[in-house]
């Protein structure tokens, strides 16, 4: 546990579109966030650390080089992704949802971390049996990030798990990711929810077209020119 994510010279994109220019980023114990504009190229980058594209530069988890274009290995290595957009099985229950989330690892751990997974998230555990598309958003997110553990990731990335949540929703939900950081699972967030995100996080990175343009602890951001003017609209 207390996994540290190193990232240097990270370049990345699209059918040689070119998103992410060179980025360093340190993810240690605890939640780093990362803030950027709209096209900033967060998303690339997380899902160019969970080996879902091609890439250069160096990316390793506690000092292990993590494979690039090889996102199996990756959730093998001690990664999980809570993509944007949740990516459930509407059709499926929520235990069964919960479940697809352990396939990698033999049914009796699976067993156990599904039952560690309704303590956690007794919500959860009520709506055991109900489809999981039928959920509310903020339930359907509190599942994601539920089958995102049940891989027993050393490193958690979630991209904005915020979005489009009431905000009591969104308290709740960075009350859990918290609670999972407190639990040693180090935690990589992308949001556009930055005071929250930032009042939550413990350091964060600002990414513009692709680059970093500041980063810190949390507080000194939360509080510098960048993050006033530029998404808090703050002269
Ligand atoms: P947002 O906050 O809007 O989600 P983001 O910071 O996450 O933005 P990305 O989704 O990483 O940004 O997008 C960065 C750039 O890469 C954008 O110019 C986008 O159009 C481009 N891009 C993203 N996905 C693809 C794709 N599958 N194919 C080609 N270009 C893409």
């Known amino acids: 546990m207390n996994a540290n994510l190193k990232v240097r010279g990270l370049v990345a994109g699209y059918h040689g579109f070119q998103v992410l220019q060179g980025i360093d980023l340190d993810a240690l114990p605890g939640i780093t966030v990362v803030l950027g504009p709209n096209g900033a190229g967060k998303t690339t980058l997380l899902k160019s650390l969970a080996g879902l594209l091609a890439r250069q530069g160096e990316v390793k988890l506690d000092g292990a080089r993590l494979p690039a274009e090889d996102a199996t290995a990756c959730v093998r290595h001690g990664l999980a992704l809570v993509a944007e957009g949740r990516q459930l099985f509407p059709q499926m229950t929520v235990t069964e949802n919960l479940e697809l989330g352990g396939w990698l690892v033999p049914a009796r751990v699976r067993a156990q971390r599904l039952a560690r997974a309704f303590e956690d998230f007794p919500r959860l555990k009520e709506r055991a049996s109900q489809l999981a598309g039928t959920m ?31 905000p009591r929703m969104v308290d709740e939900l960075l009350a859990i990711v918290r609670r999972i950081a407190a639990q040693g699972v180090t935690v990589l967030m992308v949001e556009q929810n930055v005071r929250k995100a930032l009042q939550a996080a413990d350091r964060g990175y600002v990414l513009e077209r692709g680059r970093v343009v500041a980063s810190g602890d949390a507080e000194t951001l939360l509080h510098s020119d960048v993050i006033r003017h530029a998404y808090l609209g703050k002269t």
């Open 136 to 166: 509310s958003g903020g339930e359907q997110q509190m599942v994601a990030v539920a089958r995102a553990m049940m891989s027993g990731p050393r490193l958690l990335m979630l991209d904005e798990p915020s979005l489009g949540l009431a």
